[in-house]
């Protein structure tokens, strides 16, 4: 059974940084381009970022691009999503999922718990 489990969320300062990990089965990263999703305060969840199953191909949502990057390492079975000059707006709870289709969305029924980023202006 596909378990992913996410962490490294937490509380910042606007500006500031952190780094989200996503652990993942041999299955799920060997057969799946994998992203990650956030569901801000009051919202519904939305797509943020991917990456393809090699790693060689990634898309960002526009609100995103050039301040998080999304990496994986497929021999630690992980994704990670590195966010830097974080701004109150990107309040929220993030999920990762393997991930299709354009737009992307998220292939498991089954979502996580996922982590959760605060910031604070």
């Known amino acids: 059974q596909v378990q992913l489990v996410e962490s490294g969320g937490g509380l910042v300062q606007a500006g500031g940084s952190l780094r989200l990990s996503c652990a993942a089965s041999?299955?799920?990263?060997?057969?799946?381009?994998m992203g990650w999703f956030r569901r801000p305060p009051g919202k519904e969840r939305e797509f943020v970022a991917r990456?393809?199953?090699?790693?060689?191909?990634?898309d960002y949502v526009d609100s995103v691009k050039g301040r998080f990057t999304i990496s994986r390492d497929n021999g630690q079975n992980t994704v990670y999503l590195q966010m830097n000059s974080l701004k109150p707006e990107d309040t929220a709870v993030y999920y990762c999922?393997?991930?299709?289709?354009?737009?992307?969305?998220?292939?498991?029924?089954?979502w996580g718990q996922g982590t959760q980023v605060t910031v604070s202006s």
């Open positions: 041999e299955r799920t990263v060997s057969s799946y381009g």
């Open positions: 999922n393997a991930v299709a289709g354009s737009p992307p969305f998220g292939i498991f029924n089954s």
């Open positions: 990456i393809s199953r090699s790693g060689s191909n990634t």
